[in-house]
């Protein structure tokens, strides 16, 4: 899962670079960087959630794990300092990479500034690339976490099936 979201989240920064290239190449590219840029928008937005989801439902399992004596207090610091540092950028990714296609949109039908359109994606790119940039670490420390909880857990089950396994008289 920690790879997983870490590759998608660098493809979809490359898709959005490529969707930022293709807009400078004039009218005859206009069907390739709708696409992209429209298809990138909806990915980078799509690798947010799951990244918030991510994080939300992590550190539940976090918080239940210090309930039960696997992880300790840091851990959960942990968790909810990732939260606090990462969803106000998450939020305003995920509200700019909307608008851009917006933008683009009214500026095609000349209705709307072009230059509110390329402000509005190089922005959303550039915080989109630092949410990815700050999240990473927050993501492998989260995962290497819940990682260490789950062979507490997998110990204590071990110990539970040895002692069971005594208690009938195995060997």
């Not at 994606?121 to 819940?146: C, D, E, K, M, N």
């Not at 789950?150 to 089950?157: A, G, I, Q």
Request: hydrophobic residues 55%; proline residues 2%.
């Amino acid at each position: 899962m920690i790879q997983l979201l870490i590759y998608f989240g660098a493809v979809n920064a490359l898709a959005l670079a490529a969707s930022l290239g293709s807009g400078y190449l004039g009218q005859d590219m206009f069907m390739a960087h709708f696409a992209i840029g429209f298809l990138s928008s909806l990915s980078c937005v799509l690798w947010i959630c799951v990244a918030m989801f991510y994080f939300i439902y992590s550190g539940q399992a976090i918080n239940r794990a210090q309930s039960a004596g696997l992880a300790i207090g840091e851990d959960v610091e942990c968790a909810r300092l990732a939260k606090k540092k990462l969803f106000p950028w998450f939020m305003t990714a995920m509200l700019l990479l909307v608008t851009g296609p917006f933008l683009g949109a009214t500026a095609q039908a000349k209705t709307g500034p072009m230059l509110a359109h390329n402000l509005i994606g190089w922005i959303s790119a550039a915080v989109y690339w630092y949410s990815l940039y700050i999240g990473r670490p927050f993501i492998i420390q989260t995962g290497a976490t819940i990682g260490r909880i789950l062979e507490k857990v997998s110990e204590l089950r071990r110990a539970k099936a040895a002692a069971a396994e005594k208690n009938r008289g195995g060997f």
